[in-house]
């Protein structure tokens, strides 16, 4: 049972230019929250997904914006990257948004902005 | 707003014996609090989950415990090796249940 995925693994763009993130989540999960993590620090939640709809949002400027398709998968988009950006993005899928069940990870995107 | 916080950076100990990570919370006590491990360039991967009226669980080498008086949750790996060093982080819903907001994480290192 494939579990999350995301694609791509690796990125490298240049400041101002723009992002799209790939998620899959895992078989029967219908909710998918993004997160940013620079290294050494805990994942910052960006948003979360459910039913094609952004229903909760962390501290992120409006250019993060996302996406839920029909079959659950999602895009995470930047706009006007900044260095600042430059972090592991993880998706993590999760069975229903209001129930109490672990998170399940992607292996992430390392999205490097020079 | 609702903060989670690990106060150890880092934690270093001998093979064999029990590691103890702390996580501490502020505000309402969520409902339930999750303990993930994350190895280096990869995702984290979940381990338990502690619900608010359950004092302590346990899987395998691992034990939770939750004290909503102190606001705090106390993580153990008993009989340590080596394969346990990763990062740990520590995790609890911003509102209701979802979605999880995480501490910045434990680095245990198990040392043979």
């Known amino acids: 049972d494939a579990g999350v995925t995301q694609s791509p693994t690796h990125l490298i763009k240049t400041r101002g230019q723009q992002v799209t993130l790939r998620c899959s989540p895992k078989?029967?999960?219908?909710?998918v929250s993004w997160y940013q993590q620079a290294l050494g620090q805990g994942p910052q939640f960006i948003f979360q997904y459910y039913e094609e709809e952004e229903r909760q949002r962390g501290n992120f400027p409006d250019r993060f914006s996302g996406h839920q398709f029909p079959n659950y998968s999602s895009e995470l988009n930047v706009n006007a990257l900044l260095l600042g950006d430059s972090a592991l993005y993880l998706c993590?899928?999760?069975?229903?948004?209001?129930?109490?069940?672990?998170?399940?990870f992607g292996s992430g995107t390392r999205l490097t902005v020079v | 707003s609702q903060k989670i916080e690990q106060n150890s950076e880092a934690l270093n100990i001998q093979e064999g014996k029990t590691a103890t990570l702390t996580c501490n919370y502020t505000n309402y006590s969520p409902a339930y609090l999750q303990w993930y491990r994350q190895d280096p360039g990869r995702g984290p991967v979940f381990l338990l989950l502690?619900?608010?009226?359950?004092k302590e669980k346990r899987k395998e080498r691992l034990k939770v415990t939750f004290d909503t008086t102190l606001k705090q949750s106390l993580f153990h790996i008993t009989a340590s090796q080596p394969a346990d060093s990763a990062t740990y982080l520590c995790a609890r819903p911003l509102s209701g249940n979802t979605p999880l907001v995480f501490g910045k994480g434990t680095r245990l290192s198990v040392i043979a």
């Open positions: 078989s029967g999960h219908d909710t």
């Open positions: 993590a899928s999760s069975p229903g948004q209001h129930r109490r069940y672990g998170y399940t």
């Open positions: 502690i619900r608010e009226n359950e």
